[in-house]
């Protein structure tokens, strides 16, 4: 399987605290992405980071790609309990079909 | 605008028997993509399109026929259904790649048991 690893499995922290979380993945990248996935709903795109890129903020939210270590983080500051969910990394390999490899997830948990 | 819709929400299937799942997209966009969603897996591309009257296979497509008779909706079909896919099914889709990729956009997902 090519799927990307992602670690935690799962985070809890207190509202307030920021939470990080890491993807690992196999094989050279055109870009990759981040997704989070609400209980029982879908998958909503968060941001995505181009191969030339090492560094992405939108909002809250702040990526890293180190493409040399086949990685990356994805750091929420300041949470809350709605940034309760699952986080997905996705990898896109290039090529003209705009496929992605997704990796496992971390579920975030945030107390409040 | 509805973005991507997927029908039906959920479903109980006995082994052997058939369905197609339906998912629109009313964004006019080119690519369409299937995925199942099992616990501890991620997703996994079952079948993709790049344009109306084109699919091809992705990482898991044994038991599965898609069709893209239009360009804003993508069929996925089980023939003879198995409890091994037994899944949350996602339809997705995007923009054209372009040079640097693009995001793909998720409908709510389909939850199918076969028995």
């Known amino acids: 399987s090519q799927q990307g690893e992602e670690d935690p499995q799962a985070l809890s922290i207190q509202e307030g605290e920021n939470a990080t979380m890491n993807c690992s993945y196999k094989t050279s990248i055109n870009n990759l992405q981040w997704y989070r996935q609400n209980s029982g709903r879908g998958l909503v795109h968060l941001i995505l980071i181009r191969s030339n890129e090492r560094e992405k903020h939108s909002g809250r939210l702040r990526v890293t790609l180190d493409t040399s270590k086949k990685s990356s983080s994805l750091l929420i500051t300041a949470s809350r309990a709605a940034d309760t969910a699952s986080y997905f990394c996705?990898?896109?390999?290039?090529?003209?079909?705009?496929?992605?490899?997704f990796g496992t997830g971390t579920l975030l948990a945030v107390q409040p | 605008n509805a973005g991507v819709t997927q029908t039906p929400k959920f479903r109980v299937l006995k082994t052997g028997q058939s369905m197609t799942l339906l998912c629109a997209q009313d964004m006019n966009h080119e690519y369409m993509y299937w995925y199942r969603q099992d616990p501890g897996m991620g997703l996994r591309l079952i079948h993709y399109s790049v344009g109306e009257g084109t699919t091809a296979k992705g990482e898991v497509p044994d038991g599965y026929n898609v069709s893209r008779l239009k360009k804003q909706n993508f069929l996925l079909g089980l023939e003879s259904a198995a409890p091994s896919q037994t899944s949350v099914y996602f339809c997705a889709s995007s923009r054209l790649a372009g040079l640097n990729g693009n995001e793909q956009f998720f409908g709510p997902g389909t939850r199918l048991t076969v028995l």
């Open positions: 996705a990898t896109a390999h290039g090529g003209a079909t705009n496929k992605l490899i």
